[in-house]
């Protein structure tokens, strides 16, 4: 990742844009597409919130199925043994484009979960890629090619109405999807592209994205539906938005799009954890202590299993110190309540089979 784009290696999310000169140029640039972005919600925003209520969910048939968990290159091997006692299936790995050079180390990091383990590669975006179309065709072939005997699953981009992931506007992020689209449709047919991976409570960009003019479609609706700011799970945003509320207006923006197939993954959520700076990816107003991550993380995916609207949501993530379910600091492994927590949620649904 170049300058002025910075990795914050402790949060494992890039730094905010510190070069205001060049954010400000930059924001100018795309001001078009705020147009857009406003004209298309004008319409289509209350057309969705109106039509909530007409959307029911399904059934969950395998409830083991619906939960996912994120694992890192950089943690090591040790993570397939708590993988193996979390009893958890589905795994999401992080390839950024700009590790290139490190693409076999994660092809044989994903294979070392064995082949009962499913895995979704979420592809990370960086400016060099965005501005250089032929680039990001070279390494999304060599990436396809990699993982093709591995997982038909790919998320393209993340948390993309962030500047400081790389993208300016929803229709930047658009052109270079369908610069993906194109690659795979041509010689990777049987791969599923997932996106367009906004983050938090913020479907006004969802809405632009899934709502335009270009040939494209993401096989798979990806949200980052973070809700800690806001505390407990149902606490509201804007009055009436509660998780339960907020997942029911996006599977009703996803129902009225024609540009996004079946199904929602939630590929990012968590809580940062009280005490854990700098490790914590907000500031510590946010945080929240270890048992309170624990029942909001339950209760969580207790909200969006039975909303019966959510395919899956991926906890973000396995080890992390400041938010995930394993603290790694000095070198020792200390599982937080939030694995035990999570490790019998597992159980219970596979005895239940909710």
């Known amino acids: 990742m170049k300058q002025p784009f910075i990795w914050d290696p402790y949060s494992n999310q890039p730094y905010p844009i510190k070069d205001k000169a060049y954010k400000?140029?930059?924001?100018?640039?795309?001001?078009?597409d705020s147009i857009k972005l406003a004209l298309t919600n004008a319409l289509f925003f209350?057309?969705?919130l109106a039509a909530m209520s007409l959307f029911k969910g399904k059934k969950i048939e395998n409830s083991v199925e619906f939960y996912g968990m994120g694992v890192c290159v950089d943690d090591g091997e040790k993570q397939v043994e708590l993988i193996n006692e979390l009893g958890v299936k589905h795994l999401l790995i992080r390839v950024p484009l700009w590790d290139m050079d490190?693409?076999?180390?994660?092809?044989?990091?994903?294979k070392s979960f064995g082949d009962d383990k499913s895995i979704l590669i979420n592809i990370l975006q960086d400016r060099e890629h965005i501005e250089d179309k032929q680039l990001t065709i070279t390494h999304l072939r060599e990436i396809f090619s990699a993982f093709n005997a591995i997982t038909n699953e790919f998320q393209i981009g993340n948390a993309i109405n962030r500047t400081k992931w790389g993208f300016f506007s929803v229709d930047e992020y658009l052109r270079w999807f369908k610069t993906v689209q194109t690659l795979r449709d041509r010689k990777f047919s049987d791969l599923k592209l997932i996106g367009p991976s906004v983050i938090d409570f913020e479907y006004h960009y969802t809405i632009?994205?899934?709502f335009n003019l270009y040939p494209l479609k993401f096989d798979k609706l990806s949200a980052l539906l973070y809700v800690d700011r806001r505390g407990a799970p149902d606490n509201k945003q804007m009055g009436i938005f509660d998780t339960k509320r907020k997942?029911?207006?996006?599977y009703s923006i996803s129902k009225l799009s024609h540009r996004?197939?079946?199904?929602?993954?939630?590929?990012?959520?968590?809580w940062p954890i009280k005490d854990t700076t700098?490790?914590?990816p907000?500031?510590?107003?946010?945080c929240v202590d270890l048992e309170s991550y624990a029942k909001y993380m339950l209760q969580y995916h207790q909200i969006a299993k039975k909303s019966g609207k959510i395919d899956r949501v991926y906890w973000h993530r396995l080890i992390a110190p400041g938010y995930g379910l394993v603290d790694n600091r000095n070198g020792k492994i200390v599982k937080y309540p939030a694995f035990e927590a999570y490790k019998k949620m597992i159980e219970n649904a596979k005895i239940k089979g909710e």
Not at 24 to 32: G, I, N, T, W
Not at 102 to 110: K, S, T, W
Not at 247 to 250: F, G, R, T, Y
Not at 282 to 286: A, G, K, N, Y
């Open 208 to 210: 632009r994205a899934l």
């Open 46 to 48: 209350p057309l969705s």
């Open 260 to 270: 996004c197939g079946e199904g929602i993954y939630i590929t990012e959520t968590n």
């Open 247 to 250: 997942i029911d207006l996006l």
């Open 102 to 110: 490190r693409l076999e180390e994660y092809v044989e990091f994903a």
């Open 278 to 280: 700098p490790y914590a």
């Open 24 to 32: 400000k140029r930059m924001r100018l640039k795309h001001f078009p």
């Open 282 to 286: 907000t500031s510590e107003r946010e």
